[in-house]
C-alpha cells in the first residue's frame, strides 16, 4: 500500500454505555480493493462499520475518507462523500416495491439520467431485481433481499462500499452467485469494498487483504493469501 | 330520516377536526415511536392564535379568514418545531418512557402558560367566516360547518400528496420504515422529523380554528378532550396509519354525535374510552394497521 489509503481508520475505540465493542481498532483500505474484515459472534464488525458510516460515534480515534476526516459527520453526509454501507440483516424497506427501494437509494442523486443508467447496470448485475420490481421488499427471498440491499446501495454512485455479513441466512448456491457479483462491481466499476464476514473461506478467496477482529482488537492481519495458510486463523475459522 | 342526516352533517364535521388532529399524533409516532402528548394544546394553541390573528382582519369575510388560518397554521408550525428542538431531540436515542415523560410535561407547560397569560376563564371566538345557515329540506347546516367540511378534506388531501409525491414524503416515510436504512441512503432525520412536527403542528392548528369555529368557546385548556378523542381515533385507525387516522376520526365524530344525539348523550364523551377499550382488546394494531409496517 504506497499510495495513500482510500479508506484509513487510526486507534478506533466505541462502546455502548460500559461496554467497549472496539478497542483501539486501526485499518487502511486501499483504492480499488477488496478488504476482508473477520470475526466471530460479537467481535464488534458490525459497531465498525456502524461507526464507519455515522450510525454511531467513536469514543475516540479517527477515520479519514478520501482525506478528508469524516468521524464526527452524520450519516448522510458521510453517504454522500461516497461512501455507502450495506447493513446487517439487509434492511430493505419491507412495505416497499422493489422499485422503489431502488429509488430510496438514489435519494441524493439529483440527475436523472445518471440514476436510470445506474438503475440498468443493477439490473445488467441482478437481473432477478428487475424480474421482481413491482414486488413488495419484504416478501423477497434472503437472497434477493441482499441483492436488493446492494442495488439499493449501489443507487448511490458510490466509491467505496461496506457490505456487513452478505451471505448471513442465505441458501448457499445464492452466496456463491452474490460473492461473485461482488468481485464484479470491484472489477467493472472500479468500487473499493470493505467486506465483512464470519464466512472466512470464501472472504479470503476474493480478497487481497484481511483484518481478523477478536473481542473489539485486532489479532491478526496480513494478505489473504497468507491468512489462508495461517495455521492459527484455520483452527479458528476455516473449519480445520 | 331528516334527524339522521342532521346527525351525519354534524357527525362528518366533528369527525373531520379529529382526524386533522388524529393525523398529527400517527405522523409523529410513525417516525419517532411515541405519543406527542402535547399535540392537543398545540391544537388549543392554534385556537388562541386565530382568536388573536382574527382581531387584526375584517371579520366576517372569506379572505380573512383564510388568512387567519394560514396564518395559525404557519404559527403553530413553527411551535412544534421548536418543541422537537428543545425538549424531544436531545432525549432521542434514549428510553422512549423519558420521552413520553418529556411529552407530558410539554403539554402541562403549555397548557398554564396558557392560562397565565391568555387567562383562565373562556373567550368567545370571533365569526372568522361569512356567517349563512342553509336548508336542504329540513336538514340545517350552517356555514361554520360547511368550511370544516370543505377545508379539513383539502388539507388531508395535500398531506397524502406530500406524503406520497414529494421527496421530503418519501424521507418521512422511509424513515418510519426503518431509521437506520433512511440514514445509509442519506436522509437527513433531524430534517424529516422537524418537518413531521411542522406538517402536523399545522394541521393540529388548522384543527383548532374549525373546532373553535364550531364550538366558539375557548379555553386553555380546551385541547384536553379533542386530544383525548383524536388520539382514540389515532389508535382506532391503527397507529402510524395516515389513511386510518381519517377514518378513525370520522367514525369517532359519528360515534360521540349519534350518541350525544340519543337517549344515551350523557356517555357522548365516554363513547370514545369505550371505543379504545374495546380496540386495545380486540384489534391493538388498529383498523388500519401501520402506513408503513414495522419492520421484519
Ligand atoms: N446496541 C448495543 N448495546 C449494547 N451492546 C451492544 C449493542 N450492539 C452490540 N453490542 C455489543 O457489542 C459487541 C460487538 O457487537 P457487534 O454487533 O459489533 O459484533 P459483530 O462482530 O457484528 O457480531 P455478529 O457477527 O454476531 O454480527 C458485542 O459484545 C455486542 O453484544
Ligand atoms: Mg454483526
Given amino acids: 500500500m504506497n499510495a495513500a489509503p482510500m479508506l484509513s481508520v487510526s486507534q478506533l475505540s466505541v462502546s455502548y454505555g460500559a461496554i467497549n465493542a472496539v478497542c483501539d481498532l486501526s485499518l487502511e483500505i486501499p483504492q480499488g480493493g477488496i478488504v476482508t474484515l473477520l470475526g466471530g459472534n460479537g467481535a464488534g464488525k458490525t459497531t465498525t462499520l456502524h461507526t464507519l458510516s455515522g450510525l454511531l460515534r467513536p469514543k475516540s480515534g479517527r477515520v479519514t475518507f478520501c482525506g478528508e476526516d469524516i468521524t ?25 416495491s422493489v422499485a422503489e427501494n431502488l429509488a430510496m437509494g438514489a435519494f441524493l442523486q439529483t ?29 423477497l427471498s434472503g437472497g434477493e433481499q441482499q441483492m436488493l440491499a446492494i442495488g439499493r446501495a449501489l443507487m448511490g454512485c458510490p466509491k467505496f462500499l461496506m457490505l456487513d455479513e452478505p451471505s448471513l441466512g442465505i441458501a448457499p448456491r445464492l452466496i456463491t452467485t452474490i460473492f461473485e457479483k461482488i468481485v464484479e462491481i470491484n472489477r467493472t466499476q ?45 483452527a479458528a475459522y476455516l473449519g480445520g | 330520516m331528516t334527524e339522521f342526516l342532521q346527525q351525519l352533517i354534524n357527525g362528518l364535521s366533528l369527525g373531520a377536526i379529529y382526524a386533522l388532529l388524529a393525523l398529527g399524533y400517527t405522523m409523529v409516532y410513525g417516525v419517532l415511536r411515541f405519543i406527542n402528548f402535547a399535540h392537543a394544546d398545540v391544537f388549543m394553541v392554534g385556537s388562541f392564535a386565530g382568536y388573536y390573528l382574527g382581531r387584526l382582519v375584517p371579520g366576517g369575510t372569506l379572505w380573512g379568514g383564510l388568512a387567519v388560518l394560514a396564518a395559525a397554521m404557519i404559527a403553530c408550525a413553527l411551535l412544534g418545531v421548536l418543541i422537537e428542538r428543545l425538549a424531544y431531540r436531545p432525549l ?50 350552517s356555514s361554520n360547518q360547511i368550511v370544516v367540511i370543505v377545508v379539513a378534506p383539502l388539507l388531508i388531501a395535500g398531506l397524502q400528496l406530500v406524503v406520497f409525491k414529494t421527496r421530503m414524503g418519501m424521507a418521512m416515510r422511509a424513515v418510519s420504515l426503518n431509521l437506520k436504512a433512511a440514514q445509509l441512503v442519506g436522509v437527513n432525520i433531524n430534517t424529516v422529523i422537524s ?22 368557546s375557548i379555553d386553555p385548556l380546551m ?19 395516515l389513511p386510518g387516522a381519517a377514518l378513525g376520526g370520522l367514525i369517532l365524530g359519528g360515534a360521540e354525535t349519534f350518541v350525544g344525539g340519543s337517549q344515551f348523550s350523557t356517555y357522548k364523551d365516554a ?23 414495522e419492520k421484519i
Avoid at chain 2, 283 to 288: I, S
Wanted: charged content about 15%.
Fill in chain 1, 190 to 234: 472500479g468500487i473499493t469494498i470493505l467486506l465483512v464476514e464470519q464466512n472466512a473461506n470464501l472472504a479470503l478467496e476474493i480478497s487481497s487483504y484481511g483484518y481478523v477482529l477478536e473481542t473489539g482488537h485486532i489479532v491478526c492481519q496480513g494478505p489473504s493469501r497468507d491468512l489462508r495458510q495461517n495455521p492459527q486463523l484455520k
Fill in chain 1, 72 to 96: 464526527r459527520l452524520p450519516p448522510h453526509q458521510i453517504v454522500a462523500r461516497g461512501l455507502s454501507h450495506v447493513p446487517e440483516g439487509r434492511m430493505v424497506f419491507a412495505n416497499l
Fill in chain 2, 195 to 216: 418537518f413531521t412536527f411542522a406538517l402536523g403542528s399545522a394541521l393540529a392548528a388548522a384543527g383548532g380554528i374549525l373546532y373553535s369555529m364550531n364550538y366558539p
Fill in chain 2, 271 to 293: 363513547i370514545a374510552f369505550g371505543i379504545l377499550i374495546v380496540i386495545l382488546l380486540l384489534r391493538p394494531a388498529g383498523l388500519l394497521g401501520r402506513w408503513t409496517a
Fill in chain 2, 92 to 141: 432521542r436515542g434514549g428510553p422512549t418512557l423519558n420521552v413520553l415523560i418529556t411529552a407530558i410535561g410539554v403539554s402541562l407547560l403549555l397548557q398554564y402558560s396558557g392560562q397565565i397569560i391568555f387567562g383562565a376563564t373562556p373567550r368567545t371566538f370571533p365569526q372568522l367566516f361569512p356567517v349563512a345557515q342553509f336548508h336542504l329540506g329540513r336538514v340545517g347546516i
Fill in chain 2, 223 to 241: 385541547g384536553v378532550m379533542p386530544g383525548l378523542k383524536a388520539f382514540t381515533a389515532a389508535i382506532l385507525g391503527g397507529i402510524g396509519s
Fill in chain 1, 111 to 139: 440527475d436523472k439520467a445518471l440514476v436510470a443508467e445506474t438503475r440498468e447496470h443493477i439490473f445488467a448485475l441482478f437481473p432477478r431485481l428487475k424480474e421482481r420490481l413491482r414486488q413488495t421488499a419484504g416478501t
